[in-house]
């Protein structure tokens, strides 16, 4: 009898495991088709077709957390603010750049209202919204707001709006719209004056005296139209910056160009003083626009020099010295100097400190613009030192050019 029920005993467990094993079998089957596989025909290869399977899940997933890594990075490093929102327009995720526009700082508020109407705008009319918004952060900046709604099938997924700091594009437009309306100004003094001088000369034809004094005008604003269409183009070209390079040697430039405004330094009581340029003073450009930018500093400071009553005339030196890898080229002259408020403007287009003295000596108020943009063009740039009543320093530093 104790046989006999150890031996149901021991049945009743084979068909308890038994059951247990179909079990086993059956949610292995169904883990198989829910990761893609195809499971076995012959049930007790499933276990082994599992483990595989979960080896190919697993190393998805590792390519699939890879993929998630490189795409959050690349969102948190973007170059433009990004910001996710959900379908209630509350923002849960938000990159680096975005963050700068969101918070309660100075000018900020006004970014993270208006990003909040655009992403809000974006939910409820299920279309792309456009916003600009004016910040102190703390300069002023301008920015653009881009809201779209993101849909998963039939459904919302929320939005995601994009954040660009346009402040740049914003200044070139301004500074194309004064440039454009300073040129057509300054072109209207001359034409106009050149109009009345050819009207006045007509009526005074037969009177030698006022038609020779009338001529002289005219030559006079048809050269001042001459300069200005001759710096306009000069500008033109020193912003394209795409002229071809060679080496140039600073000697033979420097000296050139004291030779050529010598005579009308002499004219005007100046004496320029310039040489003893190091040998070793190459560098790498267009000789034609360095020229025309060591041109325009030397003649700038020869207009604007003040007569001196000592010993010796008003004196403009031009130096030369190599600092490190760079010359460094400085136009010195014995003027009135630029008052400090002044030195930030000095270098902007048809900026003039004295207009009443531009007048006088003729400048077109491009000179030290063109100058610049021909420094940064070279890889150098241009900066100013000045006291009132002693003179200014203009310095262009420019890198060396080396053999290959």
């Known amino acids: 009898m104790l046989v006999g029920a150890a031996a149901a005993a021991a049945a009743l467990a084979a068909v308890i ?22 499971p076995p025909g012959r049930w007790w290869q499933r276990a082994a077709a599992l483990d595989r399977g979960m080896r190919v899940l697993e190393t998805s997933t590792a390519a699939s957390h890879r993929d998630r890594s490189r795409l959050a990075a690349a969102v948190a490093e973007a170059p433009i603010g990004m910001v996710i929102a959900d379908d209630d ?37 299920r279309r792309p919204v456009h916003r600009e918004v004016e910040v102190h952060i703390p300069q002023r900046h301008h920015l653009e707001i881009e809201a779209l709604p993101l849909e998963h099938g039939v459904e919302s997924a929320g939005a995601v709006a994009f954040i660009r700091d346009v402040t740049a594009a914003h200044r070139v437009d301004a500074m194309r719209s004064d440039f454009i309306a300073n040129v057509t100004h300054e072109l209207k003094t001359p034409l106009g004056a050149l109009a009345v001088l050819a009207e006045t000369l007509a009526e005074h034809a037969g009177e030698p005296e006022v038609a020779t004094r009338l001529a002289d005008r005219v030559i006079a604003e048809a050269g001042r139209l001459s300069d200005l269409v001759g710096d306009i183009l000069d500008l033109s070209q020193a912003e394209a910056g795409d002229r071809p390079r060679a080496p140039v040697d600073l000697d033979g430039l420097v000296a050139e160009v004291a030779a050529d405004l010598g005579p009308a330094a002499v004219q005007q009581g100046v004496e320029v003083a310039a040489g003893g340029v190091p040998q070793s003073a190459m560098v790498w450009g267009d000789r034609r626009q360095l020229h025309t930018m060591l041109t325009n500093l030397t003649e700038n400071a020869v207009k604007y020099s003040l007569p001196r009553t000592g010993e010796r ?22 003027g009135k100097g630029i008052p400090e408020q002044h030195r930030e403007r000095i270098f902007e287009r048809f900026y003039r400190v004295d207009r009443g003295r531009s007048r006088e000596t003729g400048g077109t108020g491009l000179g030290l613009a063109i100058a610049r943009h021909i420094a940064r063009n070279h890889g150098g740039d241009i900066t100013l030192e000045s006291q009132v009543e002693v003179g200014s320093t203009f310095r262009i530093r420019l890198p060396l050019w080396r053999e290959p």
């Open 17 to 38: 495991a038994l059951v247990h094993l179909i079990r086993l079998t059956k949610a292995a089957r169904r883990a198989l088709e829910r990761i893609g596989g195809a």
């Open 89 to 125: 327009g509350m923002i849960w995720l938000a990159n680096r750049a975005a963050t700068r526009y969101l918070g309660a700082r100075s000018g900020e508020p006004v970014a993270e209202s208006r990003l909040g109407q655009a992403i809000d705008a974006a939910l409820l009319g």
């Open 313 to 334: 005339p008003p004196r403009v030196t031009v130096e030369t010295r190599i600092s490190k890898k760079e010359a460094v080229i400085s136009v010195t002259d014995e």
